[in-house]
């Protein structure tokens, strides 16, 4: 059978940065496909070229046997292809059918091919089970919801290969199963599925083959039956990675942060954070697994001093910390040794317009290590931002460049040193690894456990639970604002996550 | 006692309505340009330049309609020069708007006082360099009935050709942004134009096509001031309609309808400050003249501040873009 796509010999290069060189790739027709590869591999490029983001400096792309040169989003679109961005190609507060139709109205006038398209959309909704309200404000729906009208603009276009760039990145473990669901469906009616991603999870669960990328290469082609998770994680980095991590057992001290009766309400008014009681003792993770928007988020961001509780009290190191009162926010909390790597690096982290250095000592600019009160010790900063470049290998090694430039691993890893070097008793971490790739995980994850074993107690927040049960000493559930129960890092998977769905839970 | 009180009011609104038109055209022009994501505060230059060229080559062709042809022209010139600015080499929107400002208020007074040698003013235009008033079928005969008589024949008949262009030009435009094709593309590229790159259409052209409506609309509005409501071009004529326009585009929350509500209120502002000038007002007295003059812009500033709830303008208005992949 003619394959769907075959590249042959691509190359890309971004001034010196060789991001594509001499790919080969042949998809099969009706199968999911799918590519893995660190962030910065090359995954991305590739597919855009696809899409006619980017034209190749030299290589030949088939679609269906036939070679074609695709020059912009137009022409992959009338050739066939449809993609799924990472972020999503939606307007806010345009209705799902508005968003399906735009760019292939099919007359000036719009009335008749908004018809049109309700009738088709009906159809491909009940062909494929993709089930949205076309009159649905974009701006009203879930992540999900939105992925779908993503996938259905494409297949409104007549997309018979469907590329999708990290889909699972923004979608909740739910959800992002129904979109496998949702792929097998289109894979079944003929569709051929590329799916890029850096989730070796994903590749096992639904790919039918899996191609590797490494710096720019693409290094193998596996059929996901024959192949391995650790067999494609070696794959991706080069070199053998620890799924695991490597850890003595721990040995906790004395309680370094107990927390009692926390009550959080949000803007809307809502309950988020519903009477919570635990501690962290020095030496210990402690993580807290649950679906995203279950509550974690807000108990992190209060203990953070960022949010302020509605009740509650908490105690760090012995001092008693009275939630409540106006005085307590995030410099506040610094103050008492509470280190806060935040759930998203991008909206709380860093100033990514900043040079690195400038954010190594952001929140601690008061510090009189870094400033006299008036001005900042410039100097000082830069070498204290030299010295955990060097410790954490962040890469490129330059304090000077832009933050934004460092890829999101490398963003990560400042954080983390500017958290752990100011060395709190406390560590409230949420997400470390998130959109970070293999090696910064590996890496991230191993710092923590340092931390652990110098004696500092760990609040951990993630929604990936092998994340959790990787690096916790004890797991706490948390659902619908209450921690529903403790477990060992090491019980049944099957009973956590049923924990996690509010099933079976022990609440008070 | 009250068919007085009628025709007073019908002055007023029959001078509203000639004070909307031009903030009108103009609101409605700022309003294609920042749907599709080009802030405009170069509605004022244009305007301008406009009234300028079409005064000019009013007076020198005596024909109202190469005058308005020559007033588009030069808005759709200076509106070009701001997307090429904004949206070929990404340039700063509000930058490029005051440049176009400054450029149309000096060189219209320059170029004015070089040619025709009247401190930047045209000669006053002859009648047919001008549009002129319109009556309506039937608005003598209908003028004696009580009420409707009057509406009709004073406040609906009687305006020149521009004025029930702009008026028609709202639902016109209405239809346009949310019936057809081009509305669709307009609105989405002012809101996500990486949606609409994606979907395989030009963000550059369509935000072309939007900036050259704008133009468009401008300069009806600017040819308005100089060969239909006055007869010639006046050095700096403009005297901030097209600031005012831009609040009352806010003030309308970018929508076509609102637009005219908004332009008719500040037409009406103007139209009673008119009115009220050198009149004693019951109970006050004497009012200051700059009083009534400064409302219309008091009032702007008190109902942006606050009055009319939250106004979320384009989600990428102002914003250059790049396409970029991370």
């Given at each position: 059978m003619t394959p769907a796509i075959e590249l042959r010999k691509i190359n890309k290069s971004f001034g010196p940065v060789h991001a594509n060189k001499e790919i080969d790739l042949v998809v099969e027709k009706g199968s999911i496909h799918g590519i893995i590869g660190e962030n910065g591999a090359g995954k991305s490029t590739l597919m855009s070229i696809l899409y006619g983001f980017y034209q190749a400096d030299r290589g030949d792309i088939l679609i269906s046997g036939e070679e074609v040169s695709i020059a912009d989003s137009k022409t992959a679109i009338s050739l066939g292809i449809g993609m799924v961005h990472q972020h999503f190609?939606?307007?806010?507060?345009?209705s799902v059918l508005e968003n399906v139709v735009?760019?292939?109205?099919?007359?000036?006038?719009?009335a008749g091919g908004l018809s049109k398209a309700r009738k088709e959309l009906k159809r491909l909704e009940d062909d494929y089970e993709l089930r949205v309200d076309p009159d649905a404000l974009i701006g009203d729906l879930p992540v999900g919801l939105q992925q779908r009208v993503e996938i259905l603009k494409a297949l409104f276009r007549g997309a018979e290969i469907l590329i999708l760039d990290e889909p699972t990145g923004v979608l909740t473990p739910a959800e992002a199963d129904h979109l496998f669901k949702i792929l097998e469906v289109l894979r079944d009616e003929g569709k051929t599925v590329l799916l890029i991603t850096h989730k070796l999870r994903e590749i096992m669960a639904i790919t039918d083959t899996v191609s590797v990328m490494r710096r720019g290469e693409m290094v193998a082609t596996r059929k996901t039956a024959e192949t391995s998770m650790e067999d494609l994680a070696e794959l991706m980095v080069g070199r053998r990675v620890l799924l695991q991590v490597d850890k003595k057992p721990a040995q906790p001290k004395e309680k370094v942060l107990v927390v009692d009766g926390l009550n959080v309400v949000d803007s809307r008014g809502v309950k988020v954070v519903k009477n919570v009681s635990f501690d962290v003792r020095a030496g210990e993770i402690v993580g807290i697994a649950g679906v995203s928007g279950n509550g974690q988020s807000e108990l992190l961001e209060t203990l953070a001093g960022i949010r302020s509780a509605s009740k509650g009290t908490v105690w760090i190191d012995g001092e008693l910390i009275d939630l409540e009162k106006r005085d307590v926010n995030a410099a506040s909390m610094r103050q008492k040794n509470m280190g806060h790597v935040p759930e998203d690096r991008h909206r709380m982290g860093l100033v990514t317009s900043f040079a690195e250095y400038e954010n190594a000592i952001l929140g601690h600019h008061n510090d009189p290590r870094y400033s006299n009160g008036m001005l900042l010790d410039v100097a000082g900063i830069k070498e204290t931002a030299r010295m955990e470049i060097e410790k954490y290998d962040i890469r490129p090694p330059n304090p000077l460049l832009k933050t934004a430039n460092f890829s999101g691993g490398n963003q990560q890893k400042i954080v983390l040193a500017r958290e752990i070097e100011r060395d709190p008793t406390v560590l409230l971490v949420g997400q470390p690894t998130r959109g970070v790739d293999i090696g910064a995980i590996e890496f991230i994850h191993k710092r923590l456990i340092e931390l652990r074993d110098a004696g500092k107690g760990i609040l951990l927040v993630s929604v990936e639970l092998d994340e959790i049960r990787a690096l916790a000493d004890r797991v706490l559930v948390m659902f619908d604002g209450s921690i529903v129960g403790e477990r060992a890092p090491d019980a049944d998977e099957s009973e956590l996550g049923l924990l996690m769905a509010g099933v079976h839970g022990e609440a008070k | 006692m009250f068919e007085t009180y009628l025709h007073t009011m019908i002055l007023i609104l029959d001078s509203t309505v000639r004070l909307s038109t031009p903030l009108l055209l103009a609101c409605l022009a700022g309003l294609y340009s920042e749907r599709s994501g080009i802030v405009d505060i170069g509605l004022e230059g244009k305007m301008l330049g406009a009234a300028f060229g079409a005064g000019a080559v009013g007076y020198m062709t005596g024909n109202a309609w190469l005058g308005l042809l020559a007033g588009i022209g030069v808005s759709i010139f200076l509106a070009l020069l701001h997307g090429f600015a904004s949206i070929t080499n990404r340039g700063n929107q509000i930058v490029s708007g005051v440049a176009i400002n400054f450029l149309a208020a000096g060189l219209t007074a320059l170029l004015g006082q070089s040619w025709f040698r009247q401190g930047g003013r045209t000669p006053p235009l002859p009648k047919e360099g001008r549009f002129q008033d319109i009556e309506l079928p039937f608005a003598e005969q209908v003028e004696t009935v009580p009420v409707i008589g009057p509406i009709y024949s004073e406040l609906l008949s009687g305006h020149n050709i521009l004025v029930y262009l702009a008026f028609a030009a709202v639902p016109l435009t209405w239809w346009i942004l949310f019936r057809t094709r081009f509305g669709l593309r307009l609105r989405a590229v002012g809101e996500n134009p990486a949606a609409v790159d994606t979907a395989g259409i030009s963000v550059v052209w369509l935000r072309y096509r939007a900036v050259i409506a704008c133009g468009i609309l401008c300069g009806v509005a600017g040819s308005y001031l100089s060969i239909a409501q006055s007869s010639g071009f006046i050095k700096d004529m403009t005297a901030g309609r097209g600031f005012i326009a831009l609040a009352a585009l806010i003030f309308a929350k970018w929508k076509p309808g609102n637009a005219m509500l908004a332009c008719l209120l500040f037409g009406f502002l103007d139209a009673v400050a008119i009115r009220l000038q050198g009149q004693e007002i019951p109970g006050i007295g004497d009012v200051p003249v700059q009083f009534f003059q400064a409302l219309p812009y008091i009032l702007t500033v008190i109902l942006l501040a606050g009055f009319i709830g939250k106004a979320i303008p384009?989600?990428?208005?102002?914003v250059p873009y790049l396409k970029e992949r991370t």
């Open positions: 190609m939606l307007v806010d507060n345009f735009l760019g292939a109205e099919g007359s000036a006038r719009l | 384009p989600k990428a208005s102002g």
